[in-house]
């Protein structure tokens, strides 16, 4: 049919290798009727790029921009404690404020994504986090510097992980682990570039200058990756994994979705999820997790360079060795973690986790320091893709936002113990030795309930439909 001068309905896609539906969202993309493809910005017209890895490159920026809040914040606790005089328990309890504003926004969090998309909600998250470290370098009293980083968590939130997975989770199947594998590691380049430029400049020119340079910079590159954001492939005509419709009989191409049973797949709503008991095993297991890594995070810059005497620089260095075996840590995840099961490398990261805090335990020299970092690091670059990929596989993706936020908010009640717990132990017995012990009993608590998350049964007949966009 001829279109009418002035419709700007958008138009049908025909070609053999999309469905003949009528395509959402013109405005964010084109299509090249050349080369019968959806085109979109960034991707060269006639590209066989699948855009899912555009989306992966985006979530690698967010997670750059995550590294420098959340082991770029550390660096300025030592800082802030000798300018001010404030107690360990004050900055340490500003995380753990961030937590409790966390689980608040977690299933709300989870909700906007599956509703809004990733797109609206990074760069929103990135604006927002950008500005709180503006007005961090501003901050001259203890509630000014708790309500911005208050602030700052809400931006950090709209743009983490639980977004960032949601998206990854949505153009994935197949790949979905080193979807999220590859995305993640921008944690570990933030932590080898961004957190010694961070303390090359806080000697250099201050650490309020350097505060708010750094949140130019995330508005820099933080809100670019946001606008490559996209919701799911279906709603382009395309398909996760970037796998063509095997056949497109009657019934699919009226509702849009092909006929194969490739793209058929478990999903469970958030109150089927809640039911099981792999839910809760997984995450309580992660919650231990969470306690002992939010409390490693605070800890280690003062274990570092009080209990270990360690320079700025040298501690500085060990957190470049953690983050460039924390890479690795993450390619090494998201590549098994497709192949093997993801419930034992997930139990087998978590118990290396408790081998690395051990050492930091007793560490005395800048060698024993590396070995740390070393361990710590692949630990918990596994654990991150491990954790968000195995539950797209566990429960679906028509859910998985606020499944997730349900998952993470669950979470946030020990992450906000673990740094108010380790500031009032520090504070009161002078040394942080004591504390690293509690964190490996925790760390191998946490193992053994990971291991316990069997798949669950699923949830019914209809849950088996494949999901519509």
Not at 233 to 246: A, F, H, N, T
Not at 306 to 319: E, H, K, P, Y
Not at 342 to 364: C, P
Request: hydrophobic share 45%.
């Amino acid at each position: 049919m001829r279109r009418q001068p002035g419709d700007r309905t958008p138009a049908l896609v025909n070609t053999p290798t999309m469905y003949n539906r009528r395509i959402t969202g013109a405005r964010n993309y084109g299509v090249d009727r050349k080369h019968n493809k959806v085109w979109f910005p960034g991707v060269r017209r006639g590209s066989k790029l699948f855009y899912g890895w555009v989306v992966v490159g985006g979530g690698f920026i967010c997670q750059i921009i995550t590294g420098i809040n959340h082991q770029g914040f550390s660096t300025y606790l030592p800082l802030l404690e000798e300018e001010f005089g404030w107690s360990k328990t004050l900055l340490f309890g500003a995380r753990s404020l961030g937590q409790i504003e966390t689980a608040f926004l977690g299933p709300i969090n989870g909700y906007l994504v599956d509703r809004l998309g990733p797109r609206i909600m990074i760069t929103a998250g990135v604006t927002i986090f950008g500005l709180g470290l503006v007005l961090f370098g501003l901050v001259h009293s203890a509630w000014s510097f708790l309500a911005v980083f208050l602030l700052m968590s809400v931006g950090s939130s709209f743009s983490s992980l639980l977004v960032v997975s949601t998206a990854i989770n949505n153009w994935f199947r197949r790949r979905r682990t080193l979807g999220i594998g590859l995305a993640t590691t921008g944690l570990g380049v933030s932590g080898v570039f961004a957190v010694p430029l961070i303390v090359l400049a806080q000697d250099a020119v201050g650490w309020r200058e350097t505060v708010m340079a750094s949140g130019v910079v995330v508005w820099a590159i933080g809100i670019p990756a946001g606008l490559l954001m996209r919701d799911n492939p279906e709603r382009y005509g395309l398909l996760p994994d970037g796998d063509p419709p095997q056949s497109e009989g009657p019934q699919a191409l009226e509702h849009g979705l092909p006929s194969s049973a490739a793209n058929r797949q478990i999903d469970f709503t958030p109150r089927e999820a809640l039911r099981t008991p792999t839910f809760w095993f997984l995450s309580l297991g992660m919650a231990l997790g969470m306690f002992a890594m939010s409390a490693v995070v605070v800890l280690q810059f003062f274990q570092f360079e009080q209990g270990i005497s360690l320079t700025r620089n040298s501690a500085a260095l060990v957190i470049v060795v953690m983050s460039v075996f924390n890479i690795g840590g993450r390619l090494i995840g998201g590549f098994l973690g497709d192949w093997l099961s993801k419930r034992v490398l997930l139990g087998g990261a978590m118990m290396a986790t408790s081998v690395g805090i051990f050492i930091l335990s007793g560490a005395s020299d800048i060698f024993q320091a590396m070995v740390f970092g070393a361990i710590y690091g692949t630990a918990w670059g596994m654990r991150t893709p491990l954790s968000n990929a195995i539950r797209g596989d566990y429960f679906g993706r028509s859910h998985f936002g606020l499944i997730s936020g349900y998952s993470m908010g669950l979470s946030s009640p020990f992450a906000i113990a673990g740094p108010i717990l380790a500031g009032l132990l520090a504070d009161a017995r002078g040394e942080f030795q004591s504390t690293l012990y509690i964190l490996v009993l925790v760390t191998l608590a946490a193992a053994a309930l990971l291991f316990l998350a069997a798949p669950p049964d699923p949830p019914g007949p209809s849950a088996m439909e494949g999901s519509q966009p």
